[in-house]
């Protein structure tokens, strides 16, 4: 007698994307301009990057 054991693969989705560590800076203010954070480049209020290091918020 042949005993058939069925193993069933657990399938684990790895969707999951880890934010850990990842924090949403905004623009420092100086003067009425932005100032980068991360280069302290200072740009126009209607920067949306910064145009030094191209980091953006
Ligand atoms: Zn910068």
Redesign the pocket.
């Known amino acids: 007698m042949a005993t058939s054991e069925q193993h069933s693969a657990d399938e684990l989705f790895d969707e999951f994307l880890e934010d850990r560590g990842h924090e949403t800076r905004g623009w420092e203010e100086s003067y009425n301009k932005k100032q980068?954070?991360?280069?302290?480049?200072l740009?126009e209020a209607t920067a949306v990057e910064?145009?030094?290091?191209?980091?953006r918020p």
């Not at 980068?36 to 480049?41: L, R, V």
């Not at 910064?50 to 980091?55: L, M, Q, Y």
């Open positions: 980068c954070p991360d280069c302290g480049g740009h910064c145009s030094v290091c191209g980091w």
